[in-house]
C-alpha cells in the first residue's frame, strides 16, 4: 500500500542554520509527492510539489527532490528564518490521484 | 489558484448539541472532498471522504453516525458532529482537489476549531 514516513519531530534551530526534513515514502505506480506548511492554528498551504522522479520542487527557499531510487522527498532550506517556523507535512498522491497519504508532521522551531 | 473555503473557523458548543461545518470549493468543482481532525500536536486523521450525490466513505474507527457528511453539490460539504461531546473537541479541516488531474495539489481549507464545554 501507499504510506509516508517522515523524520520524527520537534527539531529547533537557530535562525539562518540549514534545514532537513527526511521523508520517505512507499507506492505503488507513480505517485506525486508534496510537502505542505501549517502554521499555528491555520489549514495546511501547499509548500512545493514534484510529479515525477528527479524534478525538483522548490518555493521560499525550500527545495526538495524526488528520488525514485531511494524513495526519498527530503525537505531543506540552506538559512531558516523565525518566519519558518511551523509544521511540515510531507504527503504523496497515488497514481490515480484519488487519494493523499501524509506523514506524521514534523515541528519546526527557529530560534533567533 | 483553486481556494477552499471552511466555516466557521472556530465554534464553541454545549455538550448535547450538533454542530455544522462547511467546506466550499469556490473556484472549481469538487466531486470528491476530504474531512479530517488533528488532535493538538498531531498529525492529520482522515476521517472520510465526502462523494457528490453518494455517501460518505468512512475511515476505520470512525462513527458515521457521530460525524454525519453531506455532499450537497459539486461545491460544498458539510460536517456535522452530532450530540457533541468534550472528546469530539478538535481541529477539523476539509480538503478538495480538481478532478481528473493526479499532479494538482489537494486544497485545504482554514479549518476548524471545535471546542465543547
Known amino acids: 500500500g501507499n504510506s509516508v514516513t517522515q523524520m520524527e519531530g520537534p527539531v529547533t534551530l537557530s535562525e539562518e542554520a540549514f534545514l532537513t526534513i527526511n521523508c520517505t515514502y512507499t507506492?505503488?505506480?507513480?505517485?506525486?509527492l508534496f510537502w505542505y506548511v501549517q502554521y499555528p492554528g491555520e489549514g495546511l498551504q501547499l509548500l512545493l510539489k514534484a510529479t515525477k522522479a528527479d524534478d525538483k520542487g522548490s518555493n521560499k527557499g525550500f527545495e526538495a527532490t524526488y528520488r525514485k531510487e531511494t524513495t526519498s522527498f527530503h525537505l531543506e532550506k540552506g538559512s531558516v528564518q523565525v518566519s519558518d517556523s511551523a509544521v511540515y507535512f510531507c504527503?504523496?498522491?497515488?497514481?490515480?490521484?484519488?487519494?493523499?497519504?501524509f506523514g506524521t508532521g514534523t515541528s519546526l522551531t527557529v530560534i533567533p | 489558484g483553486a481556494v477552499v473555503s471552511q466555516h466557521p473557523s472556530w465554534v464553541i458548543c454545549k455538550s448535547g448539541t450538533s454542530v455544522k461545518i462547511e467546506c466550499r470549493s469556490l473556484d472549481f468543482q469538487a466531486t470528491t472532498m476530504f474531512w479530517y481532525r488533528q488532535f493538538p500536536k498531531q498529525s492529520l486523521m482522515l476521517m472520510a471522504t465526502s462523494n457528490e450525490g453518494s455517501k460518505a466513505t468512512y475511515e476505520q474507527g470512525v462513527e458515521k453516525d457521530k460525524f454525519l457528511i453531506n455532499h450537497a453539490s459539486l461545491t460544498l460539504s458539510t460536517l456535522t458532529v452530532t450530540s457533541a461531546h468534550p472528546e469530539d473537541s478538535s481541529f477539523y479541516i476539509c480538503s478538495a482537489r480538481e478532478p481528473g488531474r493526479r499532479n494538482t495539489e489537494a486544497f485545504f481549507g482554514q479549518g476548524t476549531r471545535l471546542t465543547v464545554v
Open positions: 507506492a505503488t505506480g507513480y505517485p506525486s
Open positions: 504527503a504523496l498522491s497515488d497514481t490515480a490521484g484519488n487519494q493523499f497519504y
